[in-house]
């Protein structure tokens, strides 16, 4: 089974506006953590974000915010204000307890258009 | 501060040649990783240090895949007899084990391209 899905291969977005892209995880620990990053066309990838399993605060990261719904074990990524330099690959991770190890997901293609 | 390099950025090998690719930490980095991502997918986990200790290698695709860390800082990923599959790009990431939630952070990637 996958550890990360992302279902959105692709994705449209007007600036400025706000867009969400999925993701969702299956780990049987307790313990975890989720990270999102962004990899444009030079090809780093770029951290965003991080939520850990026990937080119970969504995490926030100036226009980027994680909508962590533990139950349904999806840790959704919100870009608010969107601009064109957000334009990229979005990769879900997880880290699981006592691992160091990221699982990635497939990404998700974004493009903000004007 | 600088951050995770490598190099070569690009590297374009003849089916069979070996190959080494280089990986500088940020510095004071003590856990380093390395990780293939082959077109349109997510990255796959290689293998791990920390300090100069490789304390998981189960990612490696096979025994032509080998990775170094003598002195705790330079890593470097050799695959020896380069097969097409091998193509892909190879991320090195380092994290630091005292800071939490221990974020790895990314170099730029080498794309291998076997001919």
């Known amino acids: 089974a996958q550890k990360i899905t992302q279902t959105q291969p692709g994705m449209f977005v007007q600036e400025k506006e706000a867009v969400t892209l999925d993701c969702t995880y299956d780990?049987?620990?307790?313990?975890?953590?989720l990270f999102w990053y962004k990899q444009p066309s030079s090809g780093e990838m770029i951290f965003l974000i991080y939520?850990?399993?026990?937080?119970?605060q969504n995490a926030t990261e100036g226009r980027y915010s994680l909508n962590f719904q533990k139950a349904r074990k999806s840790a959704n990524l919100v870009i608010s204000a969107s601009q064109l330099g957000d334009s990229a690959m979005y990769f879900c991770?997880?880290?699981?307890?006592?691992?160091?190890?990221?699982?990635f997901g497939t990404g998700t293609q974004l493009k903000v258009e004007l | 501060g600088a951050g995770v390099s490598q190099s070569p950025r690009y590297k374009v090998a003849k089916r069979g040649q070996d190959v080494a690719l280089r990986c500088d930490p940020i510095s004071g980095h003590v856990s380093l990783f390395w990780y293939q991502q082959a077109l349109g997918q997510g990255p796959e986990f290689l293998t791990y240090f920390q300090n100069e200790a490789q304390l998981d290698k189960s990612g490696l695709p096979s025994d032509r895949f080998f990775a170094e860390r003598p002195e705790g800082s330079v890593s470097t990923l050799k695959i020896q007899r380069t097969q097409q599959e091998d193509s892909a790009v190879y991320l090195c990431?380092?994290?630091?084990?005292?800071?939490?939630?221990?974020?790895?952070?990314f170099g730029p990637g080498t794309r291998l391209t076997v001919l």
């Open positions: 939520q850990g399993s026990y937080d119970e």
């Open positions: 780990t049987s620990d307790q313990s975890y953590g």
């Open positions: 991770a997880m880290r699981e307890r006592g691992g160091n190890k990221l699982t």
């Open positions: 990431a380092s994290s630091s084990p005292g800071q939490a939630p221990d974020t790895q952070y």
